[in-house]
């Protein structure tokens, strides 16, 4: 074997990951060796790229995704492509047409999602490092439900250039691992402009984690805290505020009025954009191929009835109504003035504290079936959408248990102070170690 | 009866703007020789996670175009998705500009159907990515199937929308001629290339319904697609029927307008804005980005720097490469070459290169100002002048090696014949004593006799002397017997 080649060969027993690479060669670098899972909706050159939807079952792109690009450049061993919710739609990849993936903390319950596959393979200890891609907490979530750590960055700061796009506007690509050191490291990677991509900043990372926050100022919502999250996860997080204290931070109480409306607003502008974003899968150009003997606009029924699972069809449907001619006012430019809204509160708040925290995740991880009505799904990710709505960033970090299960603490910053949010998760993560 | 003052008509011009590359990626727009599905990257495939880079070139172009036609560039412009399935569409939405166009509110000026000027108002300039392209293939018995080919997807286009502001079929077709010749002397836009131009027009008789007509490719198309509906509307009122509100596509072939089926007006396009770009600042680019000379401008300046009739000006400056070549043929020496040239590419040479459907690019300035100068000389009449320039363009046109004007008198002996030569002597005495009846019909005044007679000897001299010469000499020799 090789120097720079490497096995890969798990015991995959929680269904992580949906292509496996066995034998991986790398170059040196910053990642040199490192083995690295990617979500499967992140374009990999020569590997199958389904976003865990039957529609691009057999899909091989022809080009790397420009994270993909970078962590190869750094010496990374891209081990796998991991399981989803299908297109990122979901909060417990469940909705993947290849099957759930289990939580490695118990097999009985979720791993979260949409990036559960990237969170289950770093929990179990398959691979040190992943990326995941965040839309309404699709990073957040499954780092809090796994016990590890997940960043997601601000909006522009990694770019999306071949990230199969679910959501353009709220979306993000960013580092999952089990160290904030790690999550760091990657984020040092992947960040930074890219022509490619029109949204993205010229913005590098370059920052290495310190864990002095004396004189740091948080502030907590109370909406965080308030009605639909499990009391005994608010008190953990509760406890690790007290610890941040400690560490000579200190905490004001604050308030996001627009969260009202944000789950809302969230739901309309990701399902707008879906509508419009999961159109072109026809099987004309990728995926299985349509039958072409019949005319086009019924072989693309077909295809696309046959191809997107139920949660996804849903989705499509939601998203078409918020744009027709007629609801467009009342649904996709409402929910904009409500996004900004959000935005607003956040400025207002920031300009008094230097991050705010609150839970991640309202409970603890769903047992598999659990959240059987959408709605209830959609309901979890209240305290995960209102940051991407925001485009700030935001980690969620492990900061104890509640039967058994991790609860993760997460840390949002102002725009571009990434830096900042992870220097407050690593000194965290320092204290408590 | 009906007057022209009642038809009302506003249209919707698209052109691909000649770029070196694609709207959005970095694919070559230099497409049609090439195989199809060449000129494609993962961007303008539409492949899952590719991402759209806006072409500053285009953006440059629009804003010239928004310049010339008096436009207001907008303060915050942005691009929005119109959604809608389609082989050719590979993203299934069209990366276009809606609610917020590039530029609005200007005008051109045309010349209305009285003669006068008129100004057209400009709705609205906006810039759009074109479709691919589907290939229809088999027949009915073997069954049909299409070819979808890309390298047209993600062409730069730019949509132009009038008001409702001619009054007729011609002033559309002159507005049109007007607008072409306007981008060309921009240098954004080349209407040589096959389908760089596709128009939508509105149509209407005052006081009924509106009919858009969609699918028009060509300058003439939209003043034959016009004429087809003032007549189809106007029959229809004439039968005191009503004129339905919609669409129908031209069918070029057989002039006609059809109705669009029905299901195809219900799109619902569900604009909303491009989230994979940033809205476009580009009010502080007007300023630094200059404009060439435009038609209007130069057609003033040919009356005055080549004393062109108007008439002459118009059309020479009415196309680039007209105006340009007419004034190649006549730089060596512009006194005396500026008027000759003036008749012979505007009344002469455009009409031969329509004859022929070949560009003016395809020949040379040099041998025309030589035919020109042969001409001038006195060398050759004007009726084998043109023979003269329809061998040249045929040489051009079948490719065969091209000869000098010089070249061609020479091998084909058609220098004019000198009027005190023996042969044109002869050549009349024998028209004379071969044609007694004309003779005679011509002495008992039958003036056609005398043209009969001058073409006779027109034909024995194969062109090569002057008419009015040779009727001269016929005259005189006629009375010579006489007396």
Known sequence: MAENEITFEPDDRYNAFLTVCNRVSHGKGKLAGITVAVKDNISTKNIETTCASKILKGYVPPYDAHVVELIKKEGAAIVGKTNLDEFGMGTTTENSAFGPTLNPCDTTRVPGGSSGGSAAAIASGMVRMALGTDTGGSIRCPSAFCGIVGLKPTYGRVSRYGLIAYANSLEQIGPMARTVSDVSLLMQVIAGYDRRDSTSYNKPYTHTPKADIKGLKIGIPNEYFGEGVDPKVANVVKDALTQLEHLGATTVPCSIPSMEYALAAYYVICTSEASSNLARFDGVRYGPAADTKKSWHDSYQEVRRAGFGTEVRRRIMLGTFALSSGYYGKYYAKAQIARENVRKDFARIFSEVDVIVGPTMPTIAFKLGEKSDPLSMYLADILTVPVNLAGIPAISLPCGKVAGMPVGIQIMGKPFDDERVIDVAFAYEQAVK | ?483
């Open chain 2, 1 to 483: 009866m009906m007057t022209n003052k009642e038809i009302i008509v506003g249209l919707e011009v698209h052109c691909q703007l000649n770029t070196k590359s694609k709207l959005f990626c970095g694919c070559s727009t230099d497409y049609r020789s090439d195989n199809p599905n060449t000129h494609v990257c993962p961007v303008c495939l539409g492949l899952p996670g590719a991402m759209p880079v806006l072409n500053k070139k285009a953006i440059e172009y629009t804003i010239r175009v928004a310049k010339a036609l008096n436009c207001t560039v907008i303060k915050e412009s942005e691009f929005s998705r119109k959604n809608y399935f389609y082989p050719d569409l590979d993203k299934a939405y069209q990366i276009t500009q809606y609610d917020k166009p590039l530029a609005e509110k200007g005008e051109l000026e045309i010349e209305s159907d009285e003669g006068r000027e008129k100004r057209v108002s400009i709705t609205r300039v906006h810039v759009e990515e074109d479709p691919g392209r589907l290939v229809h293939m088999g027949n009915p018995e073997r069954g049909r199937y299409s070819l979808v080919d890309y390298n047209r997807a993600g062409i730069p286009l730019i949509e132009i929308v009038t008001d409702p502001d001619m009054r007729s079929p011609k002033e559309a077709r002159k507005f049109l001629n007007k607008l072409r010749a306007t981008l060309e002397y921009l240098g954004v836009f080349d209407s040589e290339k096959e389908g760089s131009l596709r128009v939508d027009a509105n149509i209407s008789i005052k006081g009924s319904e509106r009919v858009e007509v969609k699918n028009i490719t060509s300058y003439k198309g939209v003043e034959k697609a016009l004429t087809f509906e003032v007549t189809r509307q106007k029959n229809l009122l004439r039968r005191g029927l009503k004129v339905d509100r919609e669409t129908r596509h031209f069918v070029e072939a057989r002039g006609i307008t059809q109705s669009a089926r029905s299901k195809e007006q219900e799109h619902d396009y569900r604009y909303f804005p491009e989230p994979d770009l940033r809205p476009l600042h580009v009010q502080s680019w007007v300023d630094a980005i200059p404009l060439p000379e435009l038609p209007d401008a130069r057609r003033s300046r040919f009356m005055t720097q080549y004393a062109c009739s108007i008439n002459h000006a118009r059309t020479l400056t009415g196309e680039l490469r007209i105006a340009n070549f007419y004034e190649k043929v006549v730089a060596p020496d512009p006194a005396n070459l500026n008027s000759i040239a003036a008749t012979w590419v505007a009344d002469i040479l455009i009409g031969e290169l329509n004859y022929r459907n070949m560009s003016v690019d395809s020949i040379d300035a040099k041998s025309f100002t030589e035919l020109l100068q042969l001409l001038k000389k006195g060398i050759i009449t004007d009726k084998n002048g043109v023979e003269l320039l329809r061998i040249m363009l045929d040489q051009q046109l079948n490719k065969q090696p091209c000869e000098t004007p010089q070249a061609i008198v020479t091998r084909l002996n058609l220098a004019k014949t000198a009027s005190d030569s023996n042969a044109l002597s002869k050549i009349i005495y024998d028209v004379i004593s071969e044609n007694p009846k004309a003779v005679e019909d011509y002495k008992n005044g039958k003036n056609g006799a005398l043209n009969f007679l001058v073409g006779q000897a027109m034909k024995k001299t194969r062109g090569r002397s002057d008419p009015g010469e040779l009727n001269r000499m016929i005259v005189e020799k006629l009375k010579n017997r006489e007396e």
